[in-house]
Protein backbone atom coordinates (compact mmCIF):
# COMPACT_ATOMS: atom_id res chain seq x y z
CA UNK A 1 0.00 0.00 0.00
CA UNK A 2 1.13 3.88 -0.42
CA UNK A 3 2.96 5.10 3.19
CA UNK A 4 2.20 8.33 4.15
CA UNK A 5 5.92 9.84 3.39
CA UNK A 6 6.53 13.52 2.50
CA UNK A 7 8.07 13.42 -0.71
CA UNK A 8 10.79 15.95 -0.78
CA UNK A 9 10.80 17.47 -4.41
CA UNK A 10 14.39 17.63 -6.26
CA UNK A 11 16.09 21.08 -7.64
CA UNK A 12 15.10 19.90 -11.10
CA UNK A 13 11.36 19.72 -9.90
CA UNK A 14 11.16 23.02 -8.09
CA UNK A 15 13.08 24.24 -11.16
CA UNK A 16 10.02 23.35 -13.33
CA UNK A 17 7.45 24.35 -11.06
CA UNK A 18 8.77 27.72 -11.02
CA UNK A 19 9.51 28.05 -15.13
CA UNK A 20 5.86 26.80 -15.74
CA UNK A 21 4.61 29.88 -13.23
CA UNK A 22 1.65 27.03 -12.38
CA UNK A 23 0.22 29.13 -9.10
CA UNK A 24 -3.14 29.88 -9.54
CA UNK A 25 -4.32 31.35 -6.55
CA UNK A 26 -7.01 29.94 -5.38
CA UNK A 27 -8.16 26.29 -5.84
CA UNK A 28 -12.17 26.64 -5.31
CA UNK A 29 -14.33 29.76 -4.72
CA UNK A 30 -17.34 29.35 -2.25
CA UNK A 31 -20.05 31.82 -2.46
CA UNK A 32 -19.59 35.16 -0.70
CA UNK A 33 -20.77 35.00 2.93
CA UNK A 34 -20.16 31.08 2.92
CA UNK A 35 -19.18 28.96 5.95
CA UNK A 36 -17.16 25.84 4.77
CA UNK A 37 -19.33 23.49 6.62
CA UNK A 38 -21.13 21.76 3.40
CA UNK A 39 -24.69 22.77 5.71
CA UNK A 40 -26.05 24.86 2.98
CA UNK A 41 -26.88 24.69 -1.19
CA UNK A 42 -25.79 28.11 -1.95
CA UNK A 43 -23.88 28.29 -5.88
CA UNK A 44 -20.47 27.00 -5.51
CA UNK A 45 -17.64 25.94 -7.87
CA UNK A 46 -14.69 23.42 -7.18
CA UNK A 47 -11.78 22.71 -9.40
CA UNK A 48 -11.61 19.05 -10.44
CA UNK A 49 -8.49 17.86 -12.13
CA UNK A 50 -7.81 14.79 -13.76
CA UNK A 51 -5.02 12.63 -15.11
CA UNK A 52 -6.67 10.32 -16.84
CA UNK A 53 -7.85 10.05 -20.58
CA UNK A 54 -7.66 13.54 -22.34
CA UNK A 55 -10.75 15.50 -22.96
CA UNK A 56 -12.02 18.75 -23.16
CA UNK A 57 -12.33 21.40 -20.39
CA UNK A 58 -15.79 21.99 -19.27
CA UNK A 59 -17.46 23.77 -16.60
CA UNK A 60 -19.95 20.68 -15.03
CA UNK A 61 -23.38 22.64 -15.27
CA UNK A 62 -22.77 23.29 -19.27
CA UNK A 63 -24.02 19.56 -19.16
CA UNK A 64 -26.82 17.95 -18.90
CA UNK A 65 -25.77 15.63 -16.09
CA UNK A 66 -23.81 18.68 -14.43
CA UNK A 67 -26.49 20.05 -14.75
CA UNK A 68 -28.76 18.11 -12.80
CA UNK A 69 -26.25 17.63 -9.56
CA UNK A 70 -25.92 21.33 -9.68
CA UNK A 71 -29.69 21.63 -8.90
CA UNK A 72 -29.41 19.17 -6.27
CA UNK A 73 -26.59 20.25 -4.86
CA UNK A 74 -25.47 23.70 -5.64
CA UNK A 75 -22.31 22.58 -6.62
CA UNK A 76 -20.31 22.96 -9.93
CA UNK A 77 -17.16 21.81 -11.04
CA UNK A 78 -14.49 23.47 -13.03
CA UNK A 79 -13.42 19.85 -14.84
CA UNK A 80 -9.44 20.16 -16.05
CA UNK A 81 -8.07 17.72 -18.06
CA UNK A 82 -4.42 16.48 -18.21
CA UNK A 83 -2.02 18.19 -21.18
CA UNK A 84 0.88 16.45 -21.87
CA UNK A 85 3.29 14.46 -19.45
CA UNK A 86 1.25 13.17 -16.45
CA UNK A 87 4.70 12.38 -13.82
CA UNK A 88 5.35 16.13 -15.05
CA UNK A 89 2.12 17.52 -14.10
CA UNK A 90 2.10 15.76 -11.37
CA UNK A 91 5.64 16.94 -10.44
CA UNK A 92 4.85 20.35 -10.96
CA UNK A 93 1.70 20.51 -8.52
CA UNK A 94 3.33 18.68 -5.92
CA UNK A 95 6.11 21.19 -5.67
CA UNK A 96 4.04 24.11 -5.79
CA UNK A 97 1.49 22.71 -3.26
CA UNK A 98 -0.92 23.94 -5.56
CA UNK A 99 -3.89 21.57 -5.91
CA UNK A 100 -7.29 21.43 -7.41
CA UNK A 101 -10.15 20.57 -5.15
CA UNK A 102 -10.20 17.28 -6.28
CA UNK A 103 -8.06 14.69 -8.01
CA UNK A 104 -8.35 12.20 -10.12
CA UNK A 105 -5.28 10.32 -10.30
CA UNK A 106 -4.94 7.77 -12.66
CA UNK A 107 -1.84 6.57 -12.34
CA UNK A 108 0.13 9.18 -10.25
CA UNK A 109 -1.47 7.88 -7.46
CA UNK A 110 1.44 6.91 -5.47
CA UNK A 111 2.84 10.00 -5.91
CA UNK A 112 0.52 11.91 -4.82
CA UNK A 113 -0.08 10.18 -1.77
CA UNK A 114 3.71 10.16 -0.74
CA UNK A 115 3.32 13.67 -1.00
CA UNK A 116 0.30 14.16 1.11
CA UNK A 117 -1.69 16.22 -1.42
CA UNK A 118 -5.02 14.25 0.03
CA UNK A 119 -6.97 14.50 3.45
CA UNK A 120 -8.18 11.58 5.41
CA UNK A 121 -11.92 10.81 4.60
CA UNK A 122 -13.13 8.62 7.34
CA UNK A 123 -14.66 10.95 9.84
CA UNK A 124 -16.10 12.52 6.61
CA UNK A 125 -17.80 9.17 5.42
CA UNK A 126 -18.46 8.14 9.01
CA UNK A 127 -20.71 11.75 9.23
CA UNK A 128 -21.93 12.10 5.74
CA UNK A 129 -21.37 9.14 3.72
CA UNK A 130 -24.67 6.88 4.07
CA UNK A 131 -24.63 5.68 -0.18
CA UNK A 132 -20.11 5.67 0.09
CA UNK A 133 -20.51 3.00 2.87
CA UNK A 134 -23.55 0.98 1.39
CA UNK A 135 -21.71 1.08 -1.92
CA UNK A 136 -17.57 1.00 -0.96
CA UNK A 137 -18.45 -0.80 2.47
CA UNK A 138 -17.59 -4.53 1.42
CA UNK A 139 -14.25 -3.20 -0.27
CA UNK A 140 -12.82 -0.36 2.11
CA UNK A 141 -10.38 -2.64 3.65
CA UNK A 142 -8.67 -2.94 -0.19
CA UNK A 143 -7.96 0.56 -0.16
CA UNK A 144 -7.02 1.67 3.02
CA UNK A 145 -3.28 2.82 3.41
CA UNK A 146 -0.61 1.85 5.79
CA UNK A 147 -2.10 3.83 8.87
CA UNK A 148 -5.78 2.34 8.26
CA UNK A 149 -6.89 5.41 6.65
CA UNK A 150 -8.76 5.91 3.47
CA UNK A 151 -7.97 8.92 1.35
CA UNK A 152 -9.58 8.26 -2.02
CA UNK A 153 -12.20 6.59 -3.65
CA UNK A 154 -11.46 3.96 -6.46
CA UNK A 155 -13.23 4.13 -9.63
CA UNK A 156 -16.10 1.74 -8.76
CA UNK A 157 -17.64 -1.12 -6.47
CA UNK A 158 -19.01 -3.42 -8.08
CA UNK A 159 -22.52 -4.81 -6.58
CA UNK A 160 -23.70 -7.54 -8.22
CA UNK A 161 -22.30 -9.02 -11.44
CA UNK A 162 -23.45 -8.30 -15.12
CA UNK A 163 -20.84 -9.63 -18.02
CA UNK A 164 -20.54 -6.85 -20.70
CA UNK A 165 -22.13 -8.20 -24.00
CA UNK A 166 -20.16 -6.60 -26.28
CA UNK A 167 -16.83 -6.65 -24.97
CA UNK A 168 -14.69 -5.18 -27.68
CA UNK A 169 -10.21 -4.66 -26.81
CA UNK A 170 -7.63 -5.54 -28.30
CA UNK A 171 -6.57 -6.40 -31.94
CA UNK A 172 -8.76 -4.66 -34.36
CA UNK A 173 -9.51 -5.94 -38.13
CA UNK A 174 -11.59 -3.30 -40.42
CA UNK A 175 -14.82 -5.28 -40.92
CA UNK A 176 -13.97 -4.62 -44.89
CA UNK A 177 -10.87 -7.33 -44.40
CA UNK A 178 -12.76 -10.08 -43.10
CA UNK A 179 -15.24 -9.59 -45.75
CA UNK A 180 -13.33 -9.21 -48.25
CA UNK A 181 -12.24 -13.09 -47.33
CA UNK A 182 -15.69 -14.05 -46.92
CA UNK A 183 -14.97 -13.97 -43.04
CA UNK A 184 -12.05 -16.36 -41.69
CA UNK A 185 -12.02 -17.40 -38.90
CA UNK A 186 -8.18 -15.77 -37.37
CA UNK A 187 -7.15 -16.40 -34.22
CA UNK A 188 -3.11 -16.10 -34.72
CA UNK A 189 -0.66 -13.23 -34.88
CA UNK A 190 0.34 -15.00 -38.16
CA UNK A 191 -3.20 -15.18 -39.81
CA UNK A 192 -3.98 -11.65 -38.49
CA UNK A 193 -1.05 -10.31 -40.34
CA UNK A 194 -1.41 -12.18 -42.94
CA UNK A 195 -4.44 -11.30 -43.87
CA UNK A 196 -3.93 -7.30 -43.45
CA UNK A 197 -1.12 -8.08 -45.89
CA UNK A 198 -3.12 -9.91 -48.84
CA UNK A 199 -5.65 -6.77 -48.56
CA UNK A 200 -3.02 -4.44 -48.27
CA UNK A 201 -1.37 -5.49 -51.71
CA UNK A 202 -4.95 -5.77 -53.12
CA UNK A 203 -6.01 -2.29 -52.49
CA UNK A 204 -3.06 -0.08 -51.44
CA UNK A 205 -5.05 2.75 -51.53
CA UNK A 206 -8.15 4.12 -49.88
CA UNK A 207 -9.79 7.56 -51.13
CA UNK A 208 -6.44 8.16 -52.96
CA UNK A 209 -4.34 7.79 -50.00
CA UNK A 210 -2.07 4.73 -49.26
CA UNK A 211 -3.72 1.91 -47.23
CA UNK A 212 -1.98 1.52 -43.67
CA UNK A 213 -1.61 -2.24 -42.58
CA UNK A 214 -1.41 -1.42 -38.57
CA UNK A 215 -1.19 1.48 -36.56
CA UNK A 216 -0.38 2.09 -32.52
CA UNK A 217 -1.08 4.70 -30.23
CA UNK A 218 2.85 4.21 -28.61
CA UNK A 219 3.48 8.05 -29.74
CA UNK A 220 1.49 9.54 -26.94
CA UNK A 221 2.34 10.19 -23.87
CA UNK A 222 1.19 7.82 -21.25
CA UNK A 223 -0.10 5.25 -23.83
CA UNK A 224 3.13 3.66 -24.82
CA UNK A 225 1.41 0.34 -22.62
CA UNK A 226 -0.50 -0.23 -25.94
CA UNK A 227 3.13 -1.54 -27.47
CA UNK A 228 3.88 -3.43 -24.29
CA UNK A 229 0.73 -4.95 -23.08
CA UNK A 230 -0.29 -7.33 -26.60
CA UNK A 231 2.60 -9.71 -25.41
CA UNK A 232 0.98 -11.07 -22.45
CA UNK A 233 -2.63 -11.05 -24.35
CA UNK A 234 -0.84 -13.05 -27.30
CA UNK A 235 0.70 -15.00 -24.76
CA UNK A 236 -2.84 -15.97 -23.29
CA UNK A 237 -2.66 -13.47 -19.99
CA UNK A 238 -5.29 -10.60 -19.27
CA UNK A 239 -3.88 -7.38 -18.64
CA UNK A 240 -1.86 -7.74 -15.31
CA UNK A 241 0.00 -4.66 -16.23
CA UNK A 242 3.67 -5.44 -16.48
CA UNK A 243 4.03 -9.02 -15.19
CA UNK A 244 2.37 -12.28 -16.13
CA UNK A 245 1.03 -14.51 -13.18
CA UNK A 246 1.56 -18.16 -13.30
CA UNK A 247 -2.15 -19.78 -12.65
CA UNK A 248 -0.81 -22.54 -10.20
CA UNK A 249 2.29 -21.08 -8.55
CA UNK A 250 0.78 -17.55 -8.49
CA UNK A 251 4.35 -16.33 -9.57
CA UNK A 252 4.63 -13.15 -10.98
CA UNK A 253 7.28 -12.66 -14.01
CA UNK A 254 8.25 -9.72 -16.19
CA UNK A 255 6.70 -9.40 -19.62
CA UNK A 256 9.40 -7.05 -20.65
CA UNK A 257 12.33 -8.74 -21.65
CA UNK A 258 10.52 -12.04 -21.80
CA UNK A 259 10.51 -14.47 -24.92
CA UNK A 260 6.94 -13.08 -25.46
CA UNK A 261 7.39 -9.51 -25.83
CA UNK A 262 10.56 -10.64 -28.32
CA UNK A 263 8.11 -12.82 -30.62
CA UNK A 264 5.81 -9.90 -30.61
CA UNK A 265 8.04 -6.89 -31.23
CA UNK A 266 10.03 -9.50 -33.55
CA UNK A 267 7.17 -9.77 -35.55
CA UNK A 268 6.33 -6.03 -35.98
CA UNK A 269 9.64 -5.47 -37.48
CA UNK A 270 8.82 -8.44 -40.47
CA UNK A 271 5.70 -5.67 -40.23
CA UNK A 272 7.51 -2.84 -40.51
CA UNK A 273 9.71 -4.14 -43.08
CA UNK A 274 6.58 -5.29 -45.56
CA UNK A 275 5.57 -1.70 -45.34
CA UNK A 276 2.34 -2.25 -43.44
CA UNK A 277 3.71 -0.49 -40.18
CA UNK A 278 2.33 2.85 -39.92
CA UNK A 279 5.57 5.47 -39.91
CA UNK A 280 4.11 7.82 -37.95
CA UNK A 281 2.89 5.37 -34.84
CA UNK A 282 5.71 6.41 -32.58
CA UNK A 283 5.30 10.53 -33.17
CA UNK A 284 1.40 10.50 -33.37
CA UNK A 285 -0.78 12.00 -30.95
CA UNK A 286 -3.99 10.40 -30.10
CA UNK A 287 -5.92 13.09 -31.95
CA UNK A 288 -3.85 12.24 -35.33
CA UNK A 289 -4.21 8.44 -34.16
CA UNK A 290 -8.14 8.38 -33.68
CA UNK A 291 -8.40 10.68 -37.46
CA UNK A 292 -6.87 7.76 -38.92
CA UNK A 293 -9.02 5.54 -37.57
CA UNK A 294 -12.08 7.19 -38.54
CA UNK A 295 -10.31 7.82 -41.86
CA UNK A 296 -10.81 4.23 -43.11
CA UNK A 297 -7.39 3.60 -44.04
CA UNK A 298 -6.38 1.97 -41.71
CA UNK A 299 -6.54 -1.91 -41.68
CA UNK A 300 -5.75 -3.02 -37.75
CA UNK A 301 -4.11 -1.85 -34.48
CA UNK A 302 -4.15 -2.78 -31.16
CA UNK A 303 -5.88 -0.64 -28.23
CA UNK A 304 -8.41 -0.56 -25.54
CA UNK A 305 -11.93 0.51 -26.15
CA UNK A 306 -12.03 3.13 -24.02
CA UNK A 307 -8.75 4.67 -25.77
CA UNK A 308 -10.83 4.58 -29.56
CA UNK A 309 -14.68 5.47 -28.36
CA UNK A 310 -14.37 8.55 -30.54
CA UNK A 311 -13.18 6.76 -33.45
CA UNK A 312 -15.63 3.79 -32.60
CA UNK A 313 -18.62 6.40 -32.25
CA UNK A 314 -18.04 8.31 -34.91
CA UNK A 315 -17.28 5.24 -37.70
CA UNK A 316 -20.74 3.70 -36.66
CA UNK A 317 -22.14 7.30 -36.96
CA UNK A 318 -20.97 7.17 -40.37
CA UNK A 319 -23.04 4.84 -41.28
CA UNK A 320 -20.34 2.72 -43.40
CA UNK A 321 -20.16 -0.89 -41.33
CA UNK A 322 -17.36 -1.83 -43.56
CA UNK A 323 -14.95 0.85 -42.52
CA UNK A 324 -15.60 -0.17 -38.94
CA UNK A 325 -14.01 -2.69 -36.44
CA UNK A 326 -13.75 -5.48 -34.59
CA UNK A 327 -11.58 -6.89 -32.09
CA UNK A 328 -10.68 -10.78 -32.44
CA UNK A 329 -9.10 -12.87 -29.99
CA UNK A 330 -5.57 -12.93 -31.19
CA UNK A 331 -2.84 -15.33 -29.66
CA UNK A 332 0.89 -16.46 -30.86
CA UNK A 333 -0.75 -19.87 -31.37
CA UNK A 334 -3.93 -22.01 -31.80
CA UNK A 335 -3.04 -24.06 -28.22
CA UNK A 336 -3.80 -20.81 -26.09
CA UNK A 337 -6.76 -19.64 -24.48
CA UNK A 338 -7.45 -16.14 -24.73
CA UNK A 339 -8.01 -14.10 -21.90
CA UNK A 340 -8.88 -10.36 -23.12
CA UNK A 341 -11.91 -10.22 -21.04
CA UNK A 342 -10.73 -9.26 -17.52
CA UNK A 343 -11.96 -11.50 -14.60
CA UNK A 344 -13.98 -9.56 -11.80
CA UNK A 345 -11.91 -7.46 -9.95
CA UNK A 346 -10.91 -4.46 -7.97
CA UNK A 347 -8.71 -1.68 -8.81
CA UNK A 348 -7.76 -0.23 -5.66
CA UNK A 349 -4.25 1.92 -7.05
CA UNK A 350 -6.48 4.97 -8.26
CA UNK A 351 -9.01 7.19 -7.70
CA UNK A 352 -10.17 10.32 -6.76
CA UNK A 353 -9.82 12.14 -3.93
CA UNK A 354 -10.15 15.76 -1.99
CA UNK A 355 -6.56 17.46 -1.37
CA UNK A 356 -5.00 19.49 1.37
CA UNK A 357 -6.48 22.86 -0.50
CA UNK A 358 -9.91 21.84 -0.81
CA UNK A 359 -12.10 24.68 0.73
CA UNK A 360 -14.91 22.49 2.14
CA UNK A 361 -14.51 18.97 2.16
CA UNK A 362 -17.45 18.36 4.05
CA UNK A 363 -19.54 19.80 0.79
CA UNK A 364 -17.75 17.83 -1.44
CA UNK A 365 -18.01 15.08 0.69
CA UNK A 366 -21.64 15.46 0.53
CA UNK A 367 -21.62 15.71 -3.22
CA UNK A 368 -20.05 12.86 -3.29
CA UNK A 369 -22.64 10.72 -1.21
CA UNK A 370 -25.26 12.15 -3.35
CA UNK A 371 -23.74 11.30 -7.07
CA UNK A 372 -23.41 7.51 -5.22
CA UNK A 373 -27.45 7.53 -4.62
CA UNK A 374 -28.89 4.91 -6.69
CA UNK A 375 -31.14 6.99 -8.97
CA UNK A 376 -27.82 9.71 -9.60
CA UNK A 377 -25.53 6.74 -10.57
CA UNK A 378 -28.65 5.97 -13.03
CA UNK A 379 -28.08 9.75 -13.99
CA UNK A 380 -24.53 9.24 -14.60
CA UNK A 381 -24.98 6.40 -16.53
CA UNK A 382 -28.45 6.34 -18.49
CA UNK A 383 -29.36 9.98 -18.42
CA UNK A 384 -32.78 11.29 -17.83
CA UNK A 385 -35.80 8.87 -18.21
CA UNK A 386 -38.02 9.46 -21.75
CA UNK A 387 -35.10 12.13 -22.78
CA UNK A 388 -32.14 9.52 -23.28
CA UNK A 389 -33.48 5.97 -22.20
CA UNK A 390 -37.23 4.35 -21.40
CA UNK A 391 -38.54 2.16 -19.21
CA UNK A 392 -40.70 -0.93 -20.76
CA UNK A 393 -43.68 -2.64 -19.20
CA UNK A 394 -41.76 -4.72 -17.03
CA UNK A 395 -39.28 -2.45 -15.70
CA UNK A 396 -36.26 -2.97 -18.03
CA UNK A 397 -34.49 0.03 -19.43
CA UNK A 398 -33.63 0.44 -22.67
CA UNK A 399 -33.29 2.99 -25.92
CA UNK A 400 -36.68 3.12 -27.54
CA UNK A 401 -35.32 5.07 -30.51
CA UNK A 402 -32.34 6.13 -32.37
CA UNK A 403 -32.69 9.42 -30.43
CA UNK A 404 -32.21 8.07 -27.34
CA UNK A 405 -29.33 5.89 -29.03
CA UNK A 406 -27.45 8.48 -30.59
CA UNK A 407 -27.51 10.32 -27.31
CA UNK A 408 -25.32 7.89 -25.65
CA UNK A 409 -23.36 7.16 -29.27
CA UNK A 410 -22.67 10.12 -30.96
CA UNK A 411 -19.31 11.19 -29.57
CA UNK A 412 -20.40 15.17 -28.90
CA UNK A 413 -23.75 14.56 -28.11
CA UNK A 414 -22.45 12.47 -25.49
CA UNK A 415 -20.08 15.24 -24.08
CA UNK A 416 -23.03 17.57 -24.09
CA UNK A 417 -24.76 15.63 -21.97
CA UNK A 418 -22.41 15.07 -19.99
CA UNK A 419 -21.65 11.37 -20.29
CA UNK A 420 -18.00 11.45 -21.17
CA UNK A 421 -17.58 13.57 -17.73
CA UNK A 422 -19.36 11.95 -15.02
CA UNK A 423 -19.69 8.36 -15.90
CA UNK A 424 -16.47 6.79 -14.71
CA UNK A 425 -13.71 9.27 -13.14
CA UNK A 426 -15.55 9.80 -10.18
CA UNK A 427 -16.71 7.71 -6.82
CA UNK A 428 -19.78 5.27 -8.66
CA UNK A 429 -20.72 1.60 -8.76
CA UNK A 430 -18.49 -0.53 -10.72
CA UNK A 431 -18.89 -1.30 -14.61
CA UNK A 432 -20.72 -4.71 -13.81
CA UNK A 433 -22.93 -3.68 -11.51
CA UNK A 434 -26.60 -4.57 -11.05
CA UNK A 435 -29.34 -1.85 -9.57
CA UNK A 436 -31.55 -3.04 -7.17
CA UNK A 437 -34.37 -3.52 -9.89
CA UNK A 438 -32.16 -5.78 -12.15
CA UNK A 439 -31.25 -3.71 -14.78
CA UNK A 440 -27.64 -3.47 -15.59
CA UNK A 441 -25.88 -0.29 -13.79
CA UNK A 442 -24.73 1.01 -17.51
CA UNK A 443 -26.48 0.64 -20.68
CA UNK A 444 -23.15 -1.36 -22.45
CA UNK A 445 -24.03 -3.96 -20.24
CA UNK A 446 -27.80 -4.53 -21.15
CA UNK A 447 -29.09 -6.88 -23.32
CA UNK A 448 -32.17 -5.26 -24.61
CA UNK A 449 -29.46 -2.29 -25.83
CA UNK A 450 -26.76 -4.67 -26.92
CA UNK A 451 -29.25 -5.57 -29.27
CA UNK A 452 -31.07 -2.87 -30.10
CA UNK A 453 -27.83 -1.03 -31.01
CA UNK A 454 -26.80 -3.52 -33.96
CA UNK A 455 -26.72 -2.18 -36.89
CA UNK A 456 -27.42 -4.18 -40.21
CA UNK A 457 -23.37 -4.70 -40.45
CA UNK A 458 -23.72 -6.13 -36.72
CA UNK A 459 -25.76 -8.34 -37.42
CA UNK A 460 -24.16 -9.95 -40.23
CA UNK A 461 -20.87 -10.42 -39.08
CA UNK A 462 -22.13 -11.94 -35.86
CA UNK A 463 -23.88 -14.64 -37.96
CA UNK A 464 -20.76 -14.96 -39.89
CA UNK A 465 -19.42 -15.73 -36.93
CA UNK A 466 -21.23 -17.81 -35.40
CA UNK A 467 -22.70 -15.55 -32.28
CA UNK A 468 -25.14 -13.52 -30.89
CA UNK A 469 -22.53 -11.05 -28.94
CA UNK A 470 -19.38 -9.61 -30.20
CA UNK A 471 -18.16 -10.76 -26.08
CA UNK A 472 -19.01 -14.40 -27.76
CA UNK A 473 -15.96 -13.95 -29.71
CA UNK A 474 -13.37 -14.36 -27.24
CA UNK A 475 -13.20 -17.12 -24.24
CA UNK A 476 -14.66 -17.05 -20.66
CA UNK A 477 -11.69 -15.34 -18.68
CA UNK A 478 -10.22 -17.41 -15.63
CA UNK A 479 -10.90 -16.26 -11.97
CA UNK A 480 -7.88 -14.80 -10.89
CA UNK A 481 -8.65 -13.48 -7.12
CA UNK A 482 -5.79 -10.92 -7.47
CA UNK A 483 -6.60 -8.93 -10.63
CA UNK A 484 -5.21 -6.99 -11.36
CA UNK A 485 -1.79 -7.35 -10.71
CA UNK A 486 -1.04 -3.48 -11.90
CA UNK A 487 -3.54 -2.17 -9.32
CA UNK A 488 -0.59 -3.43 -7.00
CA UNK A 489 0.62 0.00 -5.10
CA UNK A 490 4.57 0.49 -5.05
CA UNK A 491 6.31 2.73 -2.66
CA UNK A 492 7.13 5.58 -4.27
CA UNK A 493 11.33 5.63 -4.21
CA UNK A 494 11.51 2.04 -3.08
CA UNK A 495 13.96 -0.34 -5.11
CA UNK A 496 10.62 -1.82 -7.08
CA UNK A 497 9.61 1.41 -8.28
CA UNK A 498 12.65 2.44 -8.98
CA UNK A 499 13.01 -0.41 -11.15
CA UNK A 500 10.14 -0.19 -12.98
CA UNK A 501 10.26 3.52 -13.98
CA UNK A 502 14.14 2.48 -15.17
CA UNK A 503 12.24 -0.41 -17.37
CA UNK A 504 9.89 1.24 -19.03
CA UNK A 505 12.24 4.18 -19.92
CA UNK A 506 14.92 1.67 -22.04
CA UNK A 507 11.23 0.02 -23.28
CA UNK A 508 10.90 3.40 -24.74
CA UNK A 509 14.36 3.76 -26.10
CA UNK A 510 14.65 0.10 -27.59
CA UNK A 511 11.45 -1.10 -28.63
CA UNK A 512 10.59 1.61 -31.58
CA UNK A 513 14.09 1.12 -32.98
CA UNK A 514 13.74 -2.71 -32.80
CA UNK A 515 10.50 -2.50 -34.90
CA UNK A 516 11.79 0.02 -37.53
CA UNK A 517 15.69 -1.03 -37.84
CA UNK A 518 16.24 -3.61 -40.92
CA UNK A 519 15.26 -7.67 -39.82
CA UNK A 520 19.06 -8.06 -40.11
CA UNK A 521 19.92 -6.03 -37.24
CA UNK A 522 17.19 -7.37 -34.59
CA UNK A 523 18.80 -9.99 -32.85
CA UNK A 524 22.03 -7.61 -31.84
CA UNK A 525 19.48 -4.94 -30.81
CA UNK A 526 17.68 -7.26 -28.96
CA UNK A 527 21.15 -8.31 -27.10
CA UNK A 528 21.94 -5.00 -26.34
CA UNK A 529 18.41 -4.40 -24.83
CA UNK A 530 18.97 -7.34 -22.66
CA UNK A 531 22.02 -6.42 -21.69
CA UNK A 532 21.16 -3.21 -20.34
CA UNK A 533 18.03 -4.60 -19.07
CA UNK A 534 19.51 -7.40 -17.28
CA UNK A 535 21.71 -4.79 -15.52
CA UNK A 536 18.02 -3.75 -13.84
CA UNK A 537 17.13 -5.48 -10.18
CA UNK A 538 14.30 -7.40 -11.87
CA UNK A 539 13.99 -10.00 -9.39
CA UNK A 540 13.38 -7.52 -6.45
CA UNK A 541 10.24 -6.10 -8.61
CA UNK A 542 9.50 -9.72 -9.45
CA UNK A 543 9.51 -10.95 -5.86
CA UNK A 544 7.63 -7.66 -4.70
CA UNK A 545 4.58 -8.10 -6.72
CA UNK A 546 4.69 -12.25 -6.45
CA UNK A 547 4.32 -11.80 -2.82
CA UNK A 548 1.51 -8.67 -3.78
CA UNK A 549 -0.30 -11.66 -5.66
CA UNK A 550 -0.27 -14.09 -3.16
CA UNK A 551 -1.48 -11.79 -0.33
CA UNK A 552 -4.08 -10.81 -2.53
CA UNK A 553 -4.99 -14.88 -3.33
CA UNK A 554 -4.91 -15.09 0.87
CA UNK A 555 -7.51 -12.51 1.30
CA UNK A 556 -4.93 -9.89 2.36
CA UNK A 557 -5.22 -6.56 0.17
Known sequence: ??????????????????????????????????PPDGDNNSPVTYTYFTFGAPKKDVLASE???????????????????????????????????????????????????????FIPLDDLIEKYGPNIKRVYGPYMDKFRQ????????????????????????????????????????????????????????????????????????AGEPNSFFTLQNPAMHLA?????????????????????????????????NEVNAQGMLDPESFTMNRDQYLAKLTSGRVLGYFSYSWQVGDATNNLKKAGIDDKRYVAMPIVFDKSIKDQYIDPPGFVNNYGVGIT???????????????????????????????????????????????????????????????????????????????LADGNAYGPGNQPEVATFTYTDGDKKLLEEYGVKTFAELFSTPDER??????SIALQQGSPEQLFITKADDLQKKYLPKLILDPPSSFDNTWNEYMGEFNKLDKKTYEDTITKAVKDRVAGKW
Not at 6 to 34: H, K, N, Q
Not at 399 to 427: A, C, M, T, V
Not at 481 to 486: D, E, K, L
Open 1 to 34: MFGRKVLIGGMAVLLMAALAGCSRGGSSSSSEGS
Open 63 to 117: TTIGKELFEQTGVDWKMEYLVGDAPTKAGVMIASGDYPDIIDSSGEMAKLMDAGA
Open 146 to 217: DDGKIYFFPYGANIGYISEPNFQTGFYIQRSVLKEFNYPKITTLDEYFDLIKQYKDKYPQVDGKETIGFATL
Open 236 to 268: GYPNDGSVMVDMETHDAKLVAGSDHQKQWIQKL
Open 356 to 434: VKAKDPVRIIKYFDNLLKEENQILVQWGIKDEAYSVDENGRFYFKDDEQRKIHEDPELSRKYGFDYFNYSWPRYGNNSV
Open 481 to 486: PWSPAW
